[in-house]
């Protein structure tokens, strides 16, 4: 097991090196650059002034001797300052960063409360009307884009019955009821439907069919066995979901104006902030690695059968 950790860490570093250097050959090839759009509200700004600006930046130099020189500044801890505050980058993403925890806790919370529970009872009432119901609410919860239903619940919750603020506030905690909604509504119809299949599933194997004929309850049998072969799949959503969870949701973030991580990228890519947007690509990589990375071993916790190669020692 130790050696299959090790392993998948070492992983992560071409990964990252894969990544952050094609993301810095793209923000080359853009028309303009963190001058440009630095300027571009300062009325006659000469050439010259620009070219200094540049210079000071660092961004006159070859694109392999910038991105060397951010590398090595990685490497030993510096990711640079942003080119638009001056901050820290580290810095700056620490103090985003507690948001959009705060953000991604709320709506898994959200979506697992109601997801599995529905996605069972769907299941074992097959083809009966609570059934139809249920598959009808999630297949409409997702089919509609998340920027929608934010402006719906801002619509209906905040502006028309105002139970809550439009704009995020960090002294008022009713601000992250809205985006965690709009974002649980998507996340929660697509687990139930797949929770509701893999307990169908589960459901038609020999197994249940022999605990049934032993006399074994039905109670028993759907919570001590079925549900638990089911954790495998539970697993893989929620993993997936907690690493774009935890990398920001641009559009929600944006929309309720929620200032974490995600809406921190969307402005850095805005004003061609390149040291936050490499920062940003580096915390996603690493975000998706490790979280891959723990459900894999949550894997072998929930099913014994798995193995990840025979000199691993568990």
């Known amino acids: 097991m130790r050696k299959y950790v090790f392993q998948r860490f070492l992983q992560l570093i071409p990964i990252l090196v894969g990544i952050t250097f094609l993301t810095f050959g793209m923000m080359q090839f853009a028309a303009d650059d963190a001058v440009?759009?630095?300027?571009?509200?300062?009325?006659?700004?000469?050439?010259?002034?620009?070219?200094?600006?540049?210079?000071?930046?660092?961004?006159?130099?070859?694109?392999?001797?910038?991105?060397?020189?951010w590398l090595q500044g990685v490497v030993t801890g510096d990711m640079g300052r942003s080119y638009i505050s001056g901050?820290?980058?580290?810095?700056?993403?620490?103090?985003?960063?507690?948001?959009?925890?705060?953000?991604?806790?709320?709506?898994?919370?959200?979506?697992?409360?109601?997801?599995i529970p529905l996605g069972i009872y769907a299941a074992v009432r097959q083809n009966r009307w609570p059934d139809y119901i249920i598959r009808f609410l999630t297949f409409v919860g997702n089919s509609?884009?998340?920027?929608?239903?934010?402006?719906?619940?801002?619509?209906?919750?905040?502006?028309?019955?105002?139970?809550?603020?439009?704009?995020?506030?960090?002294?008022?905690?009713?601000?992250?009821v809205l985006p965690a909604v709009t974002l649980a509504i998507a996340m929660g119809a697509k687990y139930t439907r797949q929770i509701r299949a893999v307990v169908l599933e589960e459901l038609a194997k020999p197994y249940v069919a022999g605990a049934r004929a032993r006399g074994v309850p039905e109670r028993w049998i759907l919570w001590r066995d079925v549900l638990k072969s089911s954790f495998i799949t539970i697993i893989t959503l929620l993993a997936l979901s907690v690493g774009s969870l935890l990398g920001g949701t641009a559009i929600v973030e944006s929309i309720f104006m929620w200032d974490g991580v995600g809406k921190m990228a969307v402005d850095a890519i805005l004003m061609r902030d390149y040291p936050l947007i490499q920062s940003y690509v580096v915390w996603m990589s690493f975000?998706?690695?490790?979280?891959?990375?723990?459900?894999?071993?949550?894997?072998?916790?929930?099913?014994?059968?798995?193995?990840?190669?025979?000199?691993?020692?568990a």
């Open 87 to 115: 901050k820290l980058v580290f810095d700056t993403f620490m103090d985003k960063m507690p948001a959009t925890v705060e953000l991604m806790l709320a709506s898994v919370g959200l979506t697992l409360l109601f997801a």
């Open 287 to 313: 975000i998706y690695v490790s979280v891959n990375l723990a459900a894999d071993l949550l894997y072998h916790y929930f099913d014994p059968r798995i193995r990840y190669g025979k000199g691993d020692n």
């Open 36 to 69: 440009d759009v630095m300027f571009e509200q300062s009325g006659g700004v000469t050439e010259e002034v620009k070219a200094a600006k540049r210079a000071e930046l660092g961004l006159d130099q070859a694109f392999l001797v910038q991105y060397g020189h």
């Open 144 to 176: 509609l884009p998340n920027f929608f239903v934010g402006l719906l619940l801002i619509y209906f919750l905040a502006l028309q019955a105002g139970l809550f603020p439009v704009m995020s506030s960090a002294d008022n905690p009713l601000s992250v």
